[in-house]
């Protein structure tokens, strides 16, 4: 059954329909020329599937893109940005002197790739295989949050249906019954070298998203009846839609429709006349479709209750990972929190989430891109949202990551079981380069909690952080440091030992701050007083307490992390203090051999990172 459209609607004939196509034809040609650069080809086979589903289906109101009732139209064949953008003219947000002289122009708008600068994108994309994973996060909060009829399309390209992060999102929205999502593939055959591994083959395509659960639909791309009613049948399903749809690349101009060689490249200026003349010349059609009618319902906002967070007595052990499930379970309060975990949760201790607010928790099994795509999704309704899993395969989700810092997405990760400390599972679950990745993510804060109080207050502290952020997290459970009046904030440290006799500084982070301490104890029955910071914040970093404790320990400062030497918490210290204003003689101790099996106490000996190597590092420092 077809959902409601307001009786105001503006639905365009499918004659006016055609007349848009060939404008968007022409406006991505002039637009890429203009550039120098761009995917002109890669819009102009898409050209009739855009133009039908502005003109007649989807409902967004175009003066207020935040209406939270609009659909969501996602490119996630994000190189077709002159066709996004042709449709932006056509609808009437920006002008045909923007579309000609700002895209691709440095600090302009309208980038090479789509990007939430425009209000009315909400991803950035261009990254292939990540539209239609985000689409599903965004359905996920439409039918199980918001509960509002809004639906989500997806034009995908055919290329990155070859990106296992593609069935992964079909997975998840058959699992969920996403019926407000319809994925749309323009099977255009050419990719950037030449065919596709499917070319036309449009049975293939649809007997593997059948097998994905989703419903499928083929079509002539060109033929705008036959999109018409594609979009039309797309409506009602117990699942999501693909649409198949068989195009030409630069369909519209012969010179270039179905030839190798023109993936990402302008038509010269000659051609491009030859091309606008072919298609009939210029046109200033503006066409804006259907809007959300006032019988659509507007979801209300989610309550925001108070949120008590748990507590430990000093002395008591708690593995971080557990503290975070039950801060994460206190935050449930909070009706803007959601949780994602990767089949995991009963080792992240996400599942504490999952017991209280079982209906804002949500199960991306075994597959990481996904999850943190779904995350990013959720936050585009508004969502905060917690992803976790071991951090080890959150590598695995990288580039949706990276990705997420351009989208200005706000998501909040963890990973647990990090380091060697984990002991017997061996290398394969061992995250040792995970602070290092996710510091180099623009605009990341990264955070290691070495107890329960610290881990409570900053995930409390992550719910309200911009950006993406990052909480590594303890397998064993270790003694609570700190009591519940402590506060903890993203940019801070603690200084947990000090006097004005201390000759060396000890920083420690998780694990290594207790090896650190331990190390001290050693130190002191020796007559050295060493100082001991908690350095539980990498990104951004307490640059004023580690120069406070380089200047009062002559630059004598040794770093202890379970992680390989590059990028992790000895890094962070070696950047903080790089200007030259305070001494350093630093000695940086990790992980520098493939661990294996073993407890945790023989690893963290193994790797020199344990009590008895920190003190002997110290001693160095002072012979």
């Known amino acids: 059954m077809a959902s409601p459209v307001s009786e105001a609607a503006g639905i365009a004939d499918l004659e006016t329909v055609r007349e848009l196509a060939a404008q968007l034809r022409v406006d991505s040609i002039r637009s890429s020329t203009s550039a120098g650069s761009g995917h002109p080809t ?40 002159p066709l996004l953008y042709s449709v932006y003219k056509a609808v009437g947000v920006v002008s045909d002197e923007e579309l000609m002289t700002g895209y691709r122009r440095f600090g302009q708008r309208l ?148 030839h190798e060689g023109w993936h990402g490249k302008p038509l010269p200026a000659d051609m491009a006349e030859r091309a606008i003349a072919e298609l009939g010349g210029e046109r200033s059609l503006r066409v804006r479709g259907p809007v959300p009618g006032p019988s659509l319902p507007r979801p209300a906002a989610p309550v925001l209750g108070t949120v008590t967070l748990p507590t430990w007595e000093v002395g008591t052990k708690v593995a971080t990972r557990k503290a975070y499930g039950e801060a994460l379970a206190a935050l449930a309060a909070r009706g803007d929190v959601v949780v994602l975990d990767a089949e995991v949760s009963n080792s992240t201790h996400a599942e504490d989430f999952k017991k209280v607010a079982p209906e804002r928790f949500f199960e991306m099994y075994i597959a990481e891109q996904q999850l943190v795509a779904a995350a ?59 602070l290092a990745s996710l510091r180099a993510v623009h605009g990341s804060t990264v955070l290691y909690p070495s107890d329960g109080p610290s881990t409570a207050k900053l995930v409390a502290a992550m719910a309200d952080l911009p950006g993406i952020s990052y909480l590594r997290t303890t397998r064993g459970a270790y003694p609570v440091l700190y009591g519940p009046d402590e506060q903890f904030a993203p940019g801070g440290s603690k200084v947990l030992r000090r006097s004005d006799s201390d000759v060396v500084t000890l920083i420690g982070a998780g694990v290594t701050l207790h090896e650190a301490l331990a190390a001290a104890d050693v130190l002191a029955a020796d007559g050295i007083s060493a100082r001991v910071i908690d350095l539980y914040s990498l990104k951004p970093i307490d640059t004023a307490t ?54 945790p106490e023989e690893l963290l000996d193994f790797a020199g990172i344990s009590a008895k190597h920190i003190a002997a590092a110290a001693r160095s420092l002072l012979a």
Request: hydrophobic share 45%; aromatic share 8%.
């Open 111 to 258: 980038q090479g790739h789509p990007t939430p600068v425009l209000p009315w994108v909400d991803v950035a994309t261009g990254s292939l295989g990540q539209g239609l994973p985000y689409g599903v996060g965004v359905a996920i909060a439409g039918k199980y949050l918001d509960k509002s009829p809004y639906r989500v399309w997806v034009l995908c390209g055919d290329s990155e249906m070859a990106e296992g992060s593609m069935w992964e999102a079909l997975d998840k929205a058959h699992v969920y019954g996403l019926s407000n999502l319809v994925a749309i593939v323009d099977v255009n055959r050419l990719g950037q070298r030449g065919p596709t591994e499917l070319g036309w083959d449009l049975d293939t395509y649809a007997r593997r998203a059948a097998a994905f659960g989703a419903h499928t639909i083929e079509i002539d791309g060109h033929d705008v009846d036959a999109i018409d009613a594609a979009f039309t049948e797309a409506d009602g399903f117990d699942g999501p839609v693909v649409i198949l749809a068989k195009t030409i690349k630069g369909d519209g101009f012969s010179e270039v429709a179905d």
């Open 546 to 599: 580690l120069a406070e404790a380089a200047r009062a320990t002559a630059g004598r400062i040794v770093v202890a992390e379970d992680h390989w030497p590059q990028g992790g918490v000895g890094g962070a210290v070696a950047e903080a203090l790089a200007d030259g204003s305070v001494p350093l003689k630093l000695r940086h101790l990790a992980v520098t051999e493939l661990p294996g099996s073993g407890t």
């Open 42 to 81: 890669s819009s102009m086979s898409a050209a009739d599937l855009l133009a039908v589903l502005v003109a007649r289906h989807l409902r967004y109101d175009w003066d207020n893109p935040k209406d939270p009732a609009n659909d969501h139209l996602i490119f996630s064949k994000g190189h077709a940005s």
């Open 376 to 434: 990013v999704g959720l936050g585009v309704r508004g969502y905060v949202p917690f992803a976790s899993t071991f951090a080890a395969f959150l590598s695995r989700a990288y580039d949706f990551i990276r990705m997420s810092a351009i989208s200005h997405a706000n998501i909040r990760l963890s990973g647990s079981h990090a380091g060697v400390e984990i002991g017997p599972d061996g290398p394969s679950q061992m995250a040792l380069e995970d």
